[in-house]
């Protein structure tokens, strides 16, 4: 019920109403129902199983399932229930994505490599911010610790909440929102510091949007449910054409989806290669917002990119976090339905050099822990 509420939506948007009036139409749809029905296997094995923390009733989920090269939604949940046909929590329900929006901040920050690179150190410390009207505003991080020097990487990877804002303030917040527009976001953004810890209600939709772009390599890529509309005497009827057009530079994607690789293989989404391999070298990050109000994972395979929220329909506490959340629903989906791993291919504009993880300068691939790191030209 919920891809079709999806159908009928875009069947509104995308063709002319005098197209839509005749009768015996054929309407082509992107749903795959091996994927739909293994996102409602995880759904309905997951969910019980989170509800066994005595903090954790009532929950909520929704998803959307995407192919990773063409935008097309292979599957989508509105609703815990699949048979629900109300609210449609996918297309609607619009909540906070707390840490959802940091690739959004570091990608604003390596796409000026004047200023930063994927190992430029930042600083993980205190920072108190006039936030407007005189108030301050001093965010702290999920575990109330600082952690001092970190690298920019480690950052991300860790989902570390004052480095973000150092850096998201130092970038600027207007530019921030101006990344979050190119990432496919239409609804208006309010630049205040807090944007830069997810102080921004999106619906999952609008989520997997903005993870799209990342996903398809910086090439803005509209999502469909509908590949074809004919007539019922089998002609194919006017719609409007699908545009794809590259909205974020594609080195600074690659150094962004790096990142995003490292916090599935050693940051905030490890949980992942609990159950899938990690020749995979899945890319993703989990949100978290205040109070554990929400619990999110946005992350993809070589084939598939998908969105979980999960949370509560009254905005009470959920008792998880996304990576105790969300991101049990999502490895369960992509345990099931994953078939290729991750090949980044380096534009034109990269190189990659090795780096001394203890000095942070160029070394020898033979540099007893020396890593390999993706850098602009120059």
């Given at each position: 019920?919920?891809?079709l509420?999806?159908?009928?939506r875009q069947?509104?948007?995308?063709?002319r109403?005098k197209?839509?009036?005749s009768e015996g139409?054929r309407?082509f749809?992107?749903?795959d129902t091996?994927i739909?029905d293994s996102?409602q296997r995880?759904?309905?094995?997951?969910?019980?199983?989170l509800?066994k923390?005595p903090k954790?009733?009532?929950?909520e989920?929704a998803?959307?399932v995407?192919?990773?090269?063409?935008?097309e939604?292979?599957a989508?949940?509105g609703?815990?229930?699949?048979g629900?046909?109300g609210?449609n929590?996918a297309?609607?329900?619009?909540?906070?994505?707390?840490?959802?929006?940091k690739p959004a901040?570091?990608?604003t920050?390596?796409e000026?490599?004047?200023?930063?690179?994927?190992?430029?150190?930042v600083?993980d410390?205190?920072?108190t911010i006039?936030?407007g009207n005189g108030?301050?505003?001093?965010?702290?991080n999920?575990?109330?610790?600082?952690?001092?020097?970190v690298?920019?990487?480690?950052?991300?990877?860790?989902?570390?909440?004052?480095a973000?804002v150092?850096v998201g303030?130092d970038m600027g917040?207007?530019?921030?929102a101006k990344?979050?527009?190119n990432?496919g976001?239409?609804?208006?953004?309010?630049p205040y510091?807090s944007l830069?810890?997810g102080?921004?209600?999106?619906?999952?939709?609008?989520v997997?949007?903005?993870?799209?772009?990342?996903?398809?390599d910086?090439?803005?890529?509209?999502l469909?449910?509908?590949?074809a509309?004919?007539s019922s005497?089998?002609?194919?009827?006017q719609h409007?054409?699908?545009?794809?057009?590259?909205?974020?530079?594609?080195?600074a994607?690659?150094?962004?989806?790096?990142?995003m690789q490292?916090?599935v293989r050693?940051g905030?989404?490890r949980?992942a290669?609990?159950a899938?391999?990690p020749?995979y070298n899945?890319?993703g990050?989990?949100g978290t917002?205040?109070?554990?109000?929400?619990?999110?994972?946005?992350?993809?395979?070589?084939?598939?990119l998908?969105?979980?929220w999960?949370?509560?329909?009254?905005?009470k506490?959920t008792?998880v976090s996304g990576s105790?959340?969300a991101?049990r629903v999502?490895?369960?989906?992509?345990q099931?339905i994953a078939?290729q791993?991750?090949?980044l291919?380096?534009?034109d504009s990269?190189?990659?050099?090795w780096?001394?993880?203890?000095t942070?300068?160029r070394?020898s691939?033979y540099?007893?822990g020396?890593?390999?790191?993706p850098y602009?030209?120059g």
């Amino acid at each position: 019920p919920a891809f079709l509420d999806l159908v009928r939506r875009q069947l509104t948007q995308e063709y002319r109403e005098k197209d839509l009036t005749s009768e015996g139409l054929r309407i082509f749809t992107t749903l795959d129902t091996r994927i739909q029905d293994s996102l409602q296997r995880s759904i309905d094995n997951k969910l019980p199983q989170l509800e066994k923390n005595p903090k954790s009733k009532h929950l909520e989920a929704a998803s959307v399932v995407t192919r990773r090269d063409n935008g097309e939604i292979v599957a989508l949940a509105g609703a815990r229930n699949n048979g629900d046909t109300g609210f449609n929590r996918a297309l609607d329900a619009l909540r906070s994505i707390g840490s959802l929006i940091k690739p959004a901040v570091y990608l604003t920050a390596v796409e000026a490599p004047e200023k930063y690179t994927i190992t430029t150190p930042v600083s993980d410390t205190r920072i108190t911010i006039n936030s407007g009207n005189g108030r301050l505003w001093s965010p702290q991080n999920y575990d109330h610790r600082e952690h001092g020097i970190v690298s920019l990487h480690t950052a991300l990877a860790h989902s570390y909440n004052l480095a973000t804002v150092r850096v998201g303030m130092d970038m600027g917040v207007a530019r921030v929102a101006k990344t979050l527009r190119n990432m496919g976001i239409t609804r208006d953004i309010d630049p205040y510091p807090s944007l830069l810890l997810g102080a921004i209600s999106l619906t999952p939709l609008e989520v997997t949007q903005m993870y799209q772009t990342l996903a398809s390599d910086g090439f803005a890529t509209p999502l469909r449910a509908i590949r074809a509309v004919l007539s019922s005497s089998g002609e194919a009827l006017q719609h409007y054409p699908y545009t794809v057009r590259q909205t974020i530079d594609s080195g600074a994607a690659y150094i962004t989806n790096t990142m995003m690789q490292e916090v599935v293989r050693e940051g905030t989404g490890r949980f992942a290669y609990t159950a899938i391999p990690p020749s995979y070298n899945l890319a993703g990050k989990t949100g978290t917002t205040d109070e554990m109000r929400d619990s999110w994972f946005a992350g993809f395979s070589g084939d598939y990119l998908s969105v979980v929220w999960i949370g509560r329909d009254d905005n009470k506490p959920t008792g998880v976090s996304g990576s105790t959340g969300a991101l049990r629903v999502w490895t369960a989906l992509m345990q099931q339905i994953a078939q290729q791993p991750v090949e980044l291919t380096p534009p034109d504009s990269i190189e990659m050099v090795w780096v001394d993880p203890h000095t942070g300068l160029r070394a020898s691939e033979y540099c007893p822990g020396a890593r390999y790191y993706p850098y602009i030209k120059g």
